[in-house]
């Protein structure tokens, strides 16, 4: 006989009592050694417990605890709470036992990971899309979506639960990451990012990481960005999967808290319950997808609308000899100043410094015999963007994306620069420092002639993203076109790119006779300040920008007062306002708008439009849109529209 093999049974044992673990499942004799059952009696042998059960017996007590098969008995009863059980119920000790060897720091690690997964899929719920609405109170936001995320995957059986919480998850990690888009174009454009339209501008942005930083913090920065993502997605997944785990193990919990969590919400979106001004039952990340998912049909239907725009021109069938009739014999310069926005004149840390640059540049102009007036337009972009403002100010048309540009620069829609080339009167040259490789749109613009940065004889260094400093660009247009002699009337497109953005380092005007072939702008480079130290200030971005602006002013009306003459009809504007950081983040698209002229029969065609005298446009000044100011110019000037 075995030595596992049971006494024979008290005489008064009931032989038909029943299992009380379940009626269905006889309970197993303590020496059965079928498969699964244990051999290892260890502390609790049969010999020893025999006697027990035996009066247990005789007491109406069940005899013994049944055996579950296939189930080894832990190896201490701490291991058990600390260990966290798979998919089969088995305890998965960790690297090299670690959740065994310590149960404390298991048991605060599983439930801290929790607690940090649960955290990490509310933030992404209630996080706003944009820096300035993020009070404190935003992140402690009930919202809806989180309780039917829950309720979901509590009614999902287990395989559909997980890969429900996975795509689900990385979903989240998605609209995260756009959210993170959405603020840094709220940062810089004032505007969230568009899914149709913006991907072309993160190839700029790279180019401006490069440009700022070297070629080396732009392999960096795009390593960085790829690494985030991804990172972003992962642990998206795995944190709600995490919580849909934890929802399933403690399924009647969590059916429970489910119920009072809806319940709560409810009542607190009923009755509008807010925390410091923010309303504490949101529904905002369903509204913000429902905004995405708009701008995304609107951006897709906007094409239709804009093509039908295009033909609407009221000169196109007009005749050359009939267009621009005011202004024969002159030369017409069209000159945008990079970020030179409304801000710029009003801001009360900028507005001392500019109008004494403005004053300083009436004085130049008068002593040359010029005179100005000056309003504003409302530009179609703000903080970047540059090509959009200039295309809508010389096509006539409210180019607001880079759909619209393309549309436009691959059809026929003729331009204000175009109009001058049609006559046949005007040599029409761009000077446009700011491109550094192929441009195909130039051709588009009706330009005779193109001086990229690689044209303008320049050679000294970068100051930032600027390749060339205006004072170096406006110097080589006087020799490369104005100062020759016995030419043609001329028509200019001139970009002055030094006040763009990072605005640092910044160059200074100094001599006109010095500036040879730009080797002197090395050590006013070194003299400059850094932007890495510049941009972690607000004010001093905002110091550098009207800095940059009134270096820009200071040498286009040197210029004028150099090189101008009496046939000289300039007109500077700003292209866009700057980035939020120096504007504050006002919605404010306006931009200076300047004529000057030496002749007074120019201006006295523009009487009618009410702008003020000199170079600074009224507080209280006419706007009108820059799409309107290409008819509006032509129609003054002498140009039949046709019916």
């Known amino acids: 006989m075995s030595h596992l093999t049971p006494p024979s049974p008290l005489p008064h044992a009931d032989a038909s009592a029943t299992d009380p673990a379940g ?116 992140f402690f936001r009930l919202p809806v979506e989180l309780i039917i995320v829950a309720a979901v995957l509590l009614v999902l059986p287990s395989t559909a639960r997980r890969i429900t919480a996975v795509v689900l998850g990385a979903f989240l990690g998605l609209s995260t990451v756009l959210k993170c888009l959405d603020m840094g174009f709220y940062q810089t ?64 919990v969590a059916v429970r808290g489910t119920l009072v969590l809806g319940v709560a919400w409810i009542i607190c979106f009923t009755t509008s319950v807010q925390v410091g001004g923010v309303v504490m039952a949101t529904r905002g990340y369903t509204q913000y997808l429902g905004n995405r998912v708009q ?102 048309l409210w180019i607001k994306n880079q759909q619209r540009y393309r549309t436009l620069t691959t059809g026929d829609r003729a331009t204000l620069t175009s109009y001058f080339q049609k006559t046949g009167d005007w040599r029409t040259v761009g000077i446009v420092p700011g491109v550094r490789k192929a441009w195909p749109e130039g051709k588009y613009f009706g330009l005779d002639n193109i001086y990229d940065s690689t044209h303008l004889g320049y050679n000294g260094p970068y100051f930032s993203w600027t390749p060339v400093p205006d004072q ?19 028509m200019a497109e001139i970009i002055l790119a030094s006040s763009h953005n990072p605005w640092s380092p910044i160059a200074h005007t100094i001599p006109w006779e010095d500036l040879g072939d730009g080797s002197i702008f090395n050590q006013i480079k070194k003299e400059g300040t850094n932007p890495t130290q510049v941009w972690k200030s607000a004010k001093r971005v905002r110091t550098e920008y009207r800095k940059a602006i009134q270096y820009s002013v200071d040498s286009l009306t040197q210029w004028m007062q150099r090189y101008g003459n009496k046939n000289t009809v300039l007109v500077f504007l700003g292209d866009h306002q700057p980035v939020p950081t120096v504007t504050g983040g006002t919605a404010n698209k306006d931009v200076p708008i300047t004529i000057v002229a030496h002749d007074p029969k120019v201006l006295d065609k523009i009487a009618s439009w009410g702008w003020a005298d000199g170079l600074k446009p009224a507080d209280n000044g006419p706007v009108v849109g820059m799409d309107k100011f290409r008819d509006r110019f032509m129609t003054a000037f002498g140009s039949t529209p046709t019916k």
């Open 189 to 252: 454009l004032a505007r969230p990012f568009d899914l149709v339209f913006d991907w072309i501008l993160l190839n700029d942005a790279a180019d401006f990481v490069k440009d700022s930083f070297g070629r080396s913090g732009e392999v960096l920065a795009v390593i960085g960005v790829i690494v985030l993502f991804i990172a972003v997605l992962a642990v998206s997944a795995l944190a709600l999967a995490r919580v849909a785990d934890v929802l399933a193990r403690h399924r009647t």
């Open 295 to 396: 701008y995304v049909r609107d951006g897709l239907g906007d094409a239709d609308v804009f093509k039908k725009q295009i033909p609407v021109d009221a000169f196109a069938k007009t005749p050359p000899d009939q267009l621009l009739t005011g202004l024969r014999g002159k030369d017409v310069l069209f000159t945008f100043i990079e970020s030179y926005g409304r801000v710029a004149l009003t801001d009360p840390t900028m507005a001392p410094e500019m109008d004494a640059t403005l004053k300083a540049g009436d004085a130049r102009l008068k002593s040359a015999g010029f005179a100005s007036r000056s309003a504003w337009l409302r530009s179609p972009v703000t903080g970047a963007g540059s090509w959009l403002a200039h295309s809508t100010f010389l096509s006539g």
């Open 472 to 490: 170096f660009s406006l110097e080589s247009f006087q020799k490369l076109e104005y100062g020759k002699k016995n030419r043609d009337p001329i």
């Open 23 to 138: 009626e269905a499942s006889p309970t197993p004799a303590a020496g059965d050694t079928g498969p699964g059952a244990s051999t290892d009696a260890g502390p609790t042998g049969e010999e020893a417990t025999g006697v027990e059960d035996a009066e247990s017996a005789e007491k109406g007590r069940p005899a013994a605890e049944p055996l579950v098969p296939h189930q080894a008995p832990p190896s201490d009863a701490s291991s058990t709470a600390a260990d966290e059980p798979d998919a089969k119920g088995a305890v998965r000790p960790g690297w090299f036992g670690w959740r065994r060897r310590f149960p404390r720091t298991a048991r605060v690690v599983r439930v801290g990971t929790s607690v940090l997964a649960a955290a990490l899929v509310l933030e992404a719920l209630v996080m706003p899309n944009r820096l300035d609405r993020m009070p404190l109170e935003a």
